[in-house]
């Protein structure tokens, strides 16, 4: 009897409250954006020969190769974005008090791709998310993240595109100076075009990450996930993106065990070069072993937004 008295003590804290990361994470991503590669940073940086437009005498004379100017530096890209959502299920904190809200949610983000050496490019970024929930008890959130790391383009495997990269992600609620959690972890995975026609895409990607430090510590945890996203072009400026995700968290404290799946679906329009405008739907669900079911949550999300983006 004392040993479950003292089991009971030890949780009881935890059993209060979800822990500050989980019920948000569907919010900001782990570890914030998942950047999405490409390879057209290879075709822009890593070669300085391109081709003439082809016609019949090509044949006769072969390929005309010509030079083209292509910039020294890879440019800076600046995106911000808004959106407005409403949820079935905001977090509180505890699965009690967890009620729809409507909520805005905003981002802005710096990226730069630099081509490094030999089809190596580099991958720096910085971006911060700002949550704020509209007459509800849930939580306000601060979400800042950082990245560095390095990716290239296999061509001996179909353009299969090998990353590794740094993250640094800290989330505070309501007060910038005091920081709820904070983690550093190293992530490394493939990402695959595995289709590709007129108007049609077809990607998936599977990364893994292992994070070493996290405070709370009982929040450190490694994560294996797969993500398979599905693009339609409508038009030249309207298009649709189809994504579904899964992964599995093991946490280094209380053998807890997590396991994540989120769908989502989404209507961009691309009205100029620099301004887009989005609806989007999503559904999403934590199962964990977590005492009393604390940490697991099932959630829909729908919502508009507006973003931009420049580059320099």
Not at 225 to 239: F, H, N, Q
């Amino acid at each position: 009897m004392q040993k479950y008295l003292v089991l009971f003590f030890l949780i009881s804290p935890l059993a209060v409250n979800a822990d500050v990361l989980t019920p948000v994470q569907r919010f900001f991503g782990m570890g914030g954006e998942y950047p999405a590669y490409s390879d057209e940073e290879q075709e822009i940086e890593s070669s300085a020969i391109d081709q003439a437009p082809y016609s019949p005498a090509d044949s006769d004379f072969g390929v005309q190769e010509i030079l083209v100017r292509h910039p020294e530096v890879a440019p800076v890209i600046f995106d911000s974005r808004t959106t407005v959502f409403h949820t079935d299920n905001a977090p509180s904190g505890n699965v009690n008090t967890d009620d729809p809200a409507w909520a805005s949610s905003s981002r802005m983000s710096l990226s730069w791709r630099p081509h490094l050496i030999a089809g190596w490019f580099g991958d720096i970024g910085l971006g911060t998310d700002i949550l704020r929930f509209d007459d509800s008890s849930a939580t306000d959130y601060e979400n800042l993240n950082t990245r560095l790391g390095m990716y290239h383009i296999l061509p001996d495997l179909d353009d299969t595109i090998v990353f590794v990269r740094y993250e640094f992600q800290r989330l505070t609620t309501g007060s910038l100076g005091d920081g709820d959690y904070n983690a550093q972890r190293v992530r490394a995975g493939l990402q695959k075009v595995l289709w590709e026609a007129p108007r049609h895409q077809f990607a998936a990607s599977a990364s893994g990450a292992y994070e070493w430090t996290a405070r709370p510590d009982v929040l450190e945890r490694n994560e294996l996930a797969i993500d398979v996203t599905y693009k339609y072009s409508i038009t030249d400026t309207l298009y649709t993106v189809a994504s579904l995700r899964s992964a599995y968290f093991d946490f280094d404290q209380l053998n807890r065990e997590d396991l994540f799946y989120g769908m989502g679906l989404e209507l961009i329009w691309q009205f100029n070069q620099n301004f887009r405008a989005n609806a989007s739907v999503f559904y999403d669900r934590n199962d964990s072993n977590s005492v009393f079911g604390l940490n697991d949550y099932e959630s829909w999300t729908g919502g508009i937004g507006f973003g931009m983006q420049w580059v320099f």
